[in-house]
């Protein structure tokens, strides 16, 4: 598990492959999310349903939403090697 934060966290951090570190990261944080989990209340009284894991989820959804990637990262760089742009798989990864 240990991995998958750090893979996700660096191609978030170099914006390589955003779309899909931020689909697992939106798929983690909803992870956490549930095993805190106290219904009607998160961690404390004051907290209802939203949390930080509800934030956090919503900014990646909003990265991949504006193709972070390819303004502040690494995808556009990406997309002019051959196996990205031409590939079928690879190009998923960062279109």
């Known amino acids: 598990m240990g991995y998958g934060h750090l893979l996700i966290g660096l191609s ?3 914006g390589l492959m955003v779309r899909i570190s931020a689909a697992f990261g939106i798929l983690l944080m909803f992870v956490y999310w549930l095993a805190h989990i106290d219904f009607p209340y998160i961690e404390n009284p004051n907290n209802f349903i939203v949390d ?12 991949t939403y504006k193709h972070a990637g390819f303004v502040w990262g ?3 760089l990406a997309t002019k ?6 590939g079928e798989t690879l190009h998923q990864l960062i279109a």
């Open 81 to 86: 090697i051959p196996a990205f742009r031409d």
């Open 12 to 14: 978030l951090l170099v």
């Open 52 to 63: 930080y894991h509800i934030v956090y989820g919503t900014i990646l959804g909003y990265l």
């Open 74 to 76: 690494l995808d556009a």
